[in-house]
């Protein structure tokens, strides 16, 4: 049996992690000051990898265009320990990355990237970059306090275990060394059951 962690890991309602996959044509958000669509396409693209994927920020700041493999939907992810995995992505995605790489190459024509994520003057995203857009966006779709791109992760496997996936397969999608790692989202899963029995059994209305 798992140790109960003394702190469950926070994570995004679905409702509000579906919302971040239509932050370039919804009205419901507020845009970062002078973005344009190359921004906006980039900024999705950022939030709904972390989401989909459930990939660390350091594994998200070194993606390559290389590591696409647009045939089969998935990327290729170099994790801890220099180990590689292959998470799959959804048609959406990858119509998603598609869109930015596209969009990206028009703005920056002549150049060779070194990463696929790049800012509005064609460099290599950085850390900061990342937090801040993830906070920013997040900031519109949730109260919980801590808003940040392992946040993101941990909403990715609570969400995944919530509708039936086995702990294995999150486990490999995570690039977790033990599933001791893993083991940790099923409490996020016991407190949701919890709360639907305590509002659905009999007994308790």
Do not use: W
């Amino acid at each position: 049996k798992p140790k109960k962690p003394s702190r469950l890991p926070l994570f995004v309602e679905e409702a509000g992690a579906e919302a971040l996959y239509h932050i370039e044509e919804s009205e419901q958000f507020i845009r970062p000051e002078g973005a344009d669509v190359f921004v906006l396409k980039r900024d999705e693209l950022i939030v709904t990898l972390l989401y989909e994927t459930g990939i660390r920020q350091a594994e998200l700041l070194g993606l390559k265009d290389s590591d696409v493999d647009r045939s089969i939907g998935q990327i290729k992810v170099l994790g801890k320990r220099n180990k590689t995995r292959f998470v799959p992505l959804s048609k959406q995605m990858m119509g998603k990355i598609e869109a930015y790489i596209k969009c990206r190459n028009e703005r920056f024509p002549r150049q060779a990237f070194e990463s696929l994520l790049v800012t509005d003057k064609g460099s290599k995203v950085t850390k900061s970059l990342v937090y801040l857009k993830v906070k920013f966006y997040l900031s519109q779709v949730t109260t919980i306090q801590r808003k940040s791109p392992h946040v993101l992760r941990h909403t990715f496997a609570t969400h995944m275990l919530n509708n039936g996936a086995e702990l294995n397969v999150i486990k490999e999608i995570l690039g977790h060394s033990s599933l001791a790692a893993t083991q940790v989202y099923t409490h996020n899963s016991i407190e949701k059951l919890k709360s639907i029995h305590s509002r659905m059994h009999p007994r308790n209305n």
